[in-house]
């Protein structure tokens, strides 16, 4: 026997309760339905109070329109009748917020679902009134946050829509036709971005924001054919739907030109996710993804490699060492693993990685790791079974698991060393040819930072103290200084004036300054106000200077070059070639020149003294007292007390997490129990059988009892009134602050309570995009509204966007 489902009348409660979601949200469905109406111009006014939303539409043409479709939800529409409607549904949200009165041609309808129930108030008007017209009553007053997030929430929603939205007397769409797109064909506007989020419009009308990764670029879509979407219509039906089908494989293709267009020496971020995804996914093309795709990001500096290139350093690596790396998974450890990764004692993760891989902690990781190769493991044997030829890098085998150990071991046993090097041995010769002229440079314009006297040529008076400039090492400074001696430059920076000169050249000015600026011996210790305020006057006073210092180096360096017959070539000799140039050109046309000739300042031309090897003793003899030199640790010891530590942490950690999930079973089993036994009770209280109880009414009571501590008269209170049909929030535990009181909030030291805005939680990038009057509860509500996922920062960046086109 074939029997048809029945639709309980309590599903009107549903309809309109559970599908509202916001006010913006709410009136985004009423202006849709104007435009299913044919309407061309939508008025829409909100206050605290209320709001007044008037169109040209058809609106309902008869009687039996309005009993047929007004007072019943769920008659389909017609196919090609609607726009946006199908089932007509989204009207019930705006009854869960207000009561309303819809004027359309010959009827006013009345709802007010708190007095009237599920009913309406039919009434035929005297006088007929084109259009549709709709005027709401919140049930709760909107306070003047509230009322500005509606509106800025409807402003992100309807910037497309076909029809003209006028909001508070402000036109706020725009008519996607006059934009310039990347594509436009039949089915959408297309328009693709290196990065940021894909915003996603239902023929006018943003239905969520697809994160980069998923596209490997960011973008915009505005379908010009309706997509499948849910019934709250935030999510789109990918699998069913054949427009979004077109949509998105058009997209797609214009997303991957984009990324190829950037390049294999520029890729982004969206796209090494979508790379990091795709391994987990087991995607087609996880072979290329995995030999060249770049998806683990690397201390020190953040360097990019695919996982292939992972997997090869770690098996390069030492003996005791091999097959393992490290990983940072606090940010605040990032300084000490930039300064264990220089030592190349292993393999350290930066923990940007780990978001990108969609993982929390370690173990999340160290899984997704393991099903990364298996996949590719899996995808290489079946290249085999089709008798194609393997990729040269696999020998048949499956490709083994790296091996995570502790990070923390190598950031304890990690110990800050400096020391004072031999210029000779450290530095090739054209390296050193640019330092010895540099620091010559240095040392008179480290006096001049200091104060110190000098003559009218800026070189320091004969009888003033000097510092000595010299090349250090360090594995946790740039820069030193003892503050009366010497100043060291760690040899690091310094090498890299070969392939850079005037970028680092003017670098290590600056160093100069940072340095002099501590007043004093530099190595442990901090920055306080007044050392930004010395700083601060340093560089803006030394600037002119600095710039001439900067010549007299140049000059020095390409003059000792010339001065050994050897033909001035490279970026220094480019960059003094062009001053020259330029200064020529100026007194051609009766300007001075660029800068003054310097060929024949004393200090260009005098020769630079040899490094003190006795003082370079001194110091470091000095630097081993004061226990800043000590022996580097044995890194191989590290590595292996490392794999130990992180086995007993991830066996505590799964103890941890086995004991949690005991005790959530045991208070979950405690809970049920709970409400199990208060059943009868309610069933005692209302003198019935359980059998005669509602299952609604049942739930809605049991949780009253038990979580909201309902009497027995309670009880029967509610179920006279039936409670369960007008509670809009059940689970809300509402409070009133006047009960609190007062004498609690004594000892409570207000200095350390945060702003009530909340905007101290918006990263300092993004709070340049906040609005007057915004807080974070605004925000979060309307990135979630706008499909942020709550994500705030992304929203601002996204709005901040928008409103720069319009």
């Known amino acids: 026997m074939l029997l048809p489902f029945e639709l309980d009348p309590k599903i009107i409660h549903h309809i309109i309760y559970s599908q509202a979601g916001s006010i913006g949200k709410a009136i985004i469905e009423l202006i849709m339905n104007s435009a299913d109406a044919s309407a061309s111009t939508v008025r829409l006014t909100m206050t605290k109070a209320g709001f007044h939303c008037s169109d040209d539409g058809s609106g309902f043409v008869s009687r039996d329109d309005v009993l047929r ?20 549904l989204g009207r019930g949200q705006i009854m869960a917020h207000a009561t309303t009165e819809w004027i359309s041609n010959s009827w006013s309808m009345k709802v007010d679902t708190r007095t009237m129930g599920y009913n309406y108030e039919l009434e035929d ?24 997030s509606a509106v800025q929430e409807i402003r992100d929603l309807v910037r497309y829509t076909p029809i003209s939205v006028e909001l508070n007397g402000r036109v706020i769409t725009r008519d996607p036709a006059k934009e310039k797109w990347d594509v436009e064909d039949e089915w959408a506007y297309y328009r693709a971005k290196e990065d940021g989020p894909v915003s996603i419009y239902n023929q006018g009308v943003l239905v969520r924001h697809d994160s980069s990764h998923v596209w490997g670029a960011g973008g915009l879509i505005v379908s010009k054919k309706a997509i499948d979407l849910n019934v709250s219509r935030t999510e789109i039906l990918r699998k069913t739907c054949p427009v979004w089908k077109v949509i998105a494989k058009e997209f797609g293709k214009l997303a991957d030109s984009v990324s190829a267009r950037l390049g294999d020496n520029r890729k982004t971020e969206a796209r090494r996710e979508k790379s990091a995804r795709s391994l987990l996914s087991g995607d087609a093309n996880i072979c290329t ?57 292993i393999q350290i993760v930066h923990p940007k990685t780990l978001e990108r891989f969609g993982c929390h902690n370690f173990m999340d990781f160290e899984e997704a790791l393991e099903r990364a190769f298996a996949n590719v493991t899996a995808e290489l044997q079946t290249i085999v079974n089709r008798g194609e030829r393997a990729p040269w890098y696999w020998r048949g085998n499956p490709i083994g698991n790296l091996q995570l150990v502790a990070f923390s071991t190598f950031r304890d046993a990690f110990t800050e060393r400096m020391q004072i090097v031999d210029e000779r041995k450290v530095l090739d010769k054209e390296t050193r040819r640019a330092w010895i002229a540099l620091r010559w440079c240095l040392q008179h314009y480290a006096g001049a930072c200091a104060g110190a006297s000098r003559y009218r040529d800026g070189t320091l008076c004969y009888d003033e103290k000097r510092f000595h400039v010299l090349l250090g090492e360090s594995n946790s400074a740039e820069a030193w200084t003892d503050g009366e001696t010497y100043f060291a430059i760690d040899c690091a920076i310094v090498k890299r004036i070969s392939s850079k000169p005037l970028e680092t050249v003017a670098y290590i000015f600056g160093l100069v300054e940072h340095e002099i600026a501590h007043q004093g011996d530099s190595i442990d210790c901090g920055h306080d106000e007044a050392f930004y305020q010395r700083y601060h006057d340093i560089s803006i006073r030394m600037a002119p200077e600095r710039q001439r210092f900067m010549h007299k180096w140049l000059m020095k360096y390409t003059m000792s070059m010339e001065n050994e017959g050897k033909k001035a070539r490279g970026h220094a000799w480019n960059e003094r070639w062009l001053v020259d140039r330029v200064g020529s050109g100026r007194v051609k046309r009766g300007l001075s020149p ?34 800043v030199c000590p022996a580097p640790p044995n890194w191989d010891l590290v590595r292996e007390q490392a794999r130990l530590d992180q086995e007993a942490i991830t066996q505590e950690r799964q103890a941890d997490h086995d004991a949690q999930k005991a005790q959530d079973a045991e208070f979950e089993q405690y809970i049920n129990q709970m409400f199990e036994d208060a059943e009868p009770q309610i069933a005692t209280a209302l003198n019935l059988d359980l059998s005669a109880i509602p299952p609604e009414a049942l739930s809605y009571l049991v949780d009253c009892f038990v979580c909201r501590g309902y009497t027995p008269d309670n009880i029967r209170t509610a179920w006279e009134y039936k409670e369960w049909i007008h509670d809009e929030h059940p689970d809300d535990h509402q409070y009133d602050d006047r009960e609190i009181d007062p004498a609690l909030y004594e000892d409570i030291e207000m200095e350390n309570v945060e702003p009530s805005d909340g905007l101290h939680r918006v990263d300092e990038d993004c709070r340049q995009f906040v609005k007057e009057g915004e807080t974070w509860w605004l925000l979060e509500r309307n990135a979630a509204s706008a499909g942020f996922s709550y994500r705030v920062e992304d929203y601002l960046k996204w709005r901040h966007a928008e409103e720069a086109i319009s």
Request: aromatic share 8%; glycine share 8%; proline share 7%.
């Open 69 to 88: 479709y007004f007072g019943r939800f769920g008659t389909p529409h017609a196919e090609g009748d609607a726009t946006y409607g199908r089932f007509r």
């Open 125 to 148: 008007l005297a006088a007929p009134s084109t259009g549709c017209s709709i005027t709401g009553t919140w049930y709760e007053p909107l306070n003047d946050l509230e009322l500005m």
């Open 289 to 345: 993804v995995y030999e060249r795709e770049e998806v683990i990001t690397l201390l020190p500096g953040k360097r990019h490699i695919t996982l292939m290139e992972f997997h090869s350093r770690a098996h390069r690596s030492l003996p005791s060492g091999r097959g393992t790396y490290t990983l940072v998974e606090d940010g605040s450890d990032v300084p000490k693993g930039e300064a264990i990764a220089r030592e190349e004692a």
């Open 594 to 627: 660029v800068i003054e000739d310097v060929s024949a300042h004393p200090l260009v031309n005098e020769p630079v003294p040899e490094q003190n090897m006795a003082l370079l003793s001194i110091i470091n003899a000095r630097l081993v007292e004061a226990g």
